[in-house]
């Protein structure tokens, strides 16, 4: 935890973002261990993720530690999936449709401000993603709201009275956004592991 915000890892394989990105799982699980409070582990194969890997990062953490299996999860089985994999929560996108006996582990990732506003109440966690996530998979490659959208985490923030997750474009403490009361560090990981100690 930083000031209050508790510290997503995302511990991962391959980066989209960062053709440099190198490490094994083994590797990023024992730098996320220095300040997480959740760890990320994608699910999804196109960012080089899987339900093994869930499992896998289970066993490395133990019982103890919370685990957050990020991809779409656009089906049931999918979640269930997830749930059955070890993880504690499970970030679904773009959906509000989920099966009652998974409601408190879901957190919603809307693509847009539009769908940020049709998401009920009775969520626990919304992450914003600062990445247009739909024009991203679309074009196959990094599109960001900003650019296409021009939709901010403060927008964001104003419209949604509970907790907000700042995804994504984090690369030290410094941009961490004032309003955030969980960030998810993944690309840059080790650079903003070496913020926090200084």
């Known amino acids: 935890m930083y000031k209050d915000v508790k510290i997503i890892a995302e511990v991962k394989i391959k980066s989209?973002?960062?053709?440099?990105?190198?490490?094994?799982?083994?590797?990023?699980?024992?730098?996320?261990q220095g300040i997480a409070d959740i760890f990320s582990i994608h699910t999804n194969p196109k960012w080089g993720g899987s339900f093994d890997?869930?499992?896998?990062?289970?066993?490395?953490?133990?019982?103890?530690?919370?685990?957050?299996?990020?991809?779409?999860?656009?089906?049931?089985?999918?979640?269930?999936?997830a749930d059955e994999a070890g993880a504690d929560y499970i970030l679904v996108v773009s959906r509000t449709d989920i099966p009652e006996k998974y409601m408190g582990k879901c957190w919603i990732e809307p693509l847009n401000l539009d769908g940020l506003r049709r998401i009920p109440s009775s969520y626990d966690v919304v992450v914003w993603n600062e990445r247009d996530l739909a024009a991203s998979l679309a074009q196959?490659?990094?599109?960001?709201?900003l650019d296409t959208t021009g939709e901010t985490f403060e927008q964001a923030r104003a419209l949604w009275k509970g907790k907000?997750?700042?995804?994504?474009?984090?690369?030290?403490?410094?941009d961490i956004?004032?309003?955030?009361?969980y960030v998810l560090v993944g690309s840059y990981l080790k650079e903003f592991a070496d913020s926090l100690r200084k």
């Open 140 to 145: 196959g490659k990094e599109i960001w709201k």
């Open 53 to 81: 890997l869930v499992r896998r990062a289970r066993e490395i953490l133990g019982k103890d530690k919370l685990i957050l299996a990020k991809g779409l999860h656009e089906t049931a089985d999918e979640i269930r999936f």
């Open 164 to 174: 907000l997750c700042q995804a994504s474009s984090l690369r030290t403490k410094r």
């Open 16 to 32: 989209p973002t960062r053709p440099d990105f190198t490490g094994s799982f083994e590797e990023q699980i024992k730098i996320a």
């Open 177 to 181: 956004k004032p309003g955030a009361n």
